[in-house]
T-cell receptor
Framework: GDSVTQTEGPVTLSEGTSLTVNCSYE??????LFWYVQYPGEGPQLLFK?????EKGSNRGFEATYNKEATSFHLQKASVQESDSAVYYC???????????FGKGTHLHVLP | GPKVLQIPSHQIIDMGQMVTLNCDPV?????FYWYKQILGQQMEFLVN????????KSKLFKDQFSVERPDGSYFTLKIQPTALEDSAVYFC???????????FGPGTRLLVL
């Protein structure tokens, strides 16, 4: 079945350093890929999504490229801030299904 | 952005009792979802509901589970009877269409003793 695997956390970084959270997926279909972010006490909210292979999504300085050949969708940010501390979920869905399939989440701590 | 509300935020009940989790979806959304997250594990899809019907459900959506949204009020997940393995955080989500972005609530933390 479909699955998403991402970097296990927690990940602790100092402010101003770069971030990479690895994400790989398995599916026999052609998915839309997502990154969600969850802040304490809130539900996951969409960071961005990419429906097409070889395209890049971005928001708030975060970006990821849909790599169909490598089945990867790694999240990157050049310079993290303390306010980026949260849990990040990689996820996928299909055009013929309603559900979103999530990875386990990566807890990011950014130290001032 | 659009907000989904969930009531209550926490619930503790004894095994075998019934529990109802309530979700107030985004006002113009037509598709509703429940997901379950056991501590330390990933969030997993339970069910999708549209136009008064279950459209899709996973194997986690046991016979003891039911969903409804009577007359545009709360979208509810009922578990009757509850079991120890039902302890989890339950997230509600809604979307305008079945293909649009799903907006999630903050979750209800259910503990079954």
């Amino acid at each position: 079945g479909d699955s998403v695997t991402q970097t296990e956390g927690p990940v602790t970084l100092s402010e101003g350093t770069s971030l990479t959270v690895n994400c790989s997926y398995e599916t026999k279909q052609y998915p839309t890929l997502f990154w969600y972010v969850q802040y304490p006490g809130e539900g996951p909210q969409l960071l961005f999504k990419v429906p097409k292979a070889n395209e890049k999504g971005s928001n708030r300085g975060f970006e990821a490229t849909y790599n169909k050949e490598a089945t990867s969708f790694h999240l990157q940010k050049a310079s993290v801030q303390e306010s980026d501390s949260a849990v990040y979920y990689c996820a996928l869905s299909h055009t013929n299904a309603y559900k979103v399939i999530f990875g386990k989440g990566t807890h990011l701590h950014v130290l001032p | 952005g659009p907000k989904v509300l969930q009531i209550p935020s926490h619930q503790i009940i004894d095994m075998g009792q019934m529990v109802t989790l309530n979700c107030d979806p985004v006002s113009n959304h037509l598709y509703f979802y429940w997901y379950k997250q056991i501590l330390g594990q990933q969030m997993e899809f339970l069910v999708n509901f549209y136009n008064g019907k279950v459209m899709e459900k996973s194997k986690l959506f046991k016979d003891q589970f039911s969903v409804e949204r009577p007359d545009g009020s709360y979208f509810t997940l009922k578990i009757q009877p509850t079991a120890l393995e039902d302890s989890a955080v339950y997230f509600c989500a809604s979307s305008q269409t079945g293909k649009d972005t799903q907006y999630f609530g903050p979750g209800t933390r259910l503990l079954v003793l």
